[in-house]
């Protein structure tokens, strides 16, 4: 079955720290995509980052990382310089696309709170 | 949000109403995917239509749940006859539906409804 885990309902990070939300997952599939997602206290779905199952390279966006481990089948998120408004809800999600079958498959989340 | 357009964005209904929820997808997207959000907790996938076509409900609820995507207009996640547990946030996402690639689904903005 496919599965994506977030262990840490919630964290803190001092303004201006490094933080790792940690996110497993998974699946039988050798094709999938893995996604960060922010959902501040506004409600909306905000894109981070992507990465692909046969990407070589952990991907990056500003001061978003994914460190990307497929042989432990984790894609934890490095936010770095954390930034007040960073507080909000981060979601990880798996895409396996198939001819008649797209699905998005969310983790329960992480709340996360700066503090300053 | 690059342009996923959900309305309305709240609604709210008495007991025994129908609901109706509509979502414009990005302009060239021909793929939808609708998303249940319930109270502290992570999105839910139900439905993802093509145009004039649904590929995959498998998240949908059996009864009082229906989802289309005509080939003009926008897609419309219908509810009849809520019940107090319908109450939740319902994404609406949409992309391209190319295989390989990022492929994110954009997200719109949301539709939170009430069940009184």
């Known amino acids: 079955a496919q599965k994506i885990t977030q262990t840490q309902p919630g964290m803190f990070v001092q303004e201006k720290e490094a933080v790792t939300l940690d996110c497993t997952y998974d699946?039988?599939?050798?094709?999938?995509?893995l996604f960060w997602y922010k959902q501040p206290s506004s409600g909306e779905m905000i894109f981070l980052i992507y990465?692909?199952?046969?990407?070589?390279q952990n991907a990056t966006e500003g001061r978003y990382s994914l460190n990307f481990q497929k042989a432990r089948k984790s894609a934890n998120l490095v936010i770095s310089a954390s930034q007040l408004g960073d507080s909000a809800m981060y979601f990880c999600?798996?895409?396996?696309?198939?001819?008649?079958?797209?699905?998005?498959?969310f983790g329960p989340g992480t709340s996360l709170s700066v503090i300053p | 949000n690059a342009g996923v357009m959900q309305n309305p964005r709240h609604l709210v209904r008495r007991r025994g109403q129908e609901a109706r929820l509509r979502c414009s997808p990005v302009?060239?997207?021909?793929?939808v995917y609708w998303y249940r959000q319930l109270p502290e907790e992570g999105l839910k996938f139900m439905v993802y239509?093509?145009?004039?076509?649904?590929?995959?409900e498998s998240g949908m609820p059996k009864e009082r749940f229906s989802a289309e995507f005509p080939k003009e207009g926008p897609s419309i996640l219908r509810i009849q006859q809520v019940v107090r547990g319908d109450s939740a946030a319902y994404f609406c996402?949409?992309?391209?539906?190319?295989?390989?690639?990022?492929?994110?689904?954009?997200f719109g903005p949301g539709t939170r409804l009430t069940v009184l």
């Open positions: 996402a949409s992309s391209r539906g190319l295989a390989g690639g990022q492929n994110e689904q954009f």
């Open positions: 699946t039988s599939d050798q094709s999938y995509g």
């Open positions: 990465q692909g199952s046969y990407d070589e």
């Open positions: 999600a798996m895409r396996v696309m198939k001819t008649s079958y797209d699905k998005v498959i």
């Open positions: 302009k060239g997207h021909s793929h």
């Open positions: 239509l093509q145009k004039e076509n649904i590929i995959d």
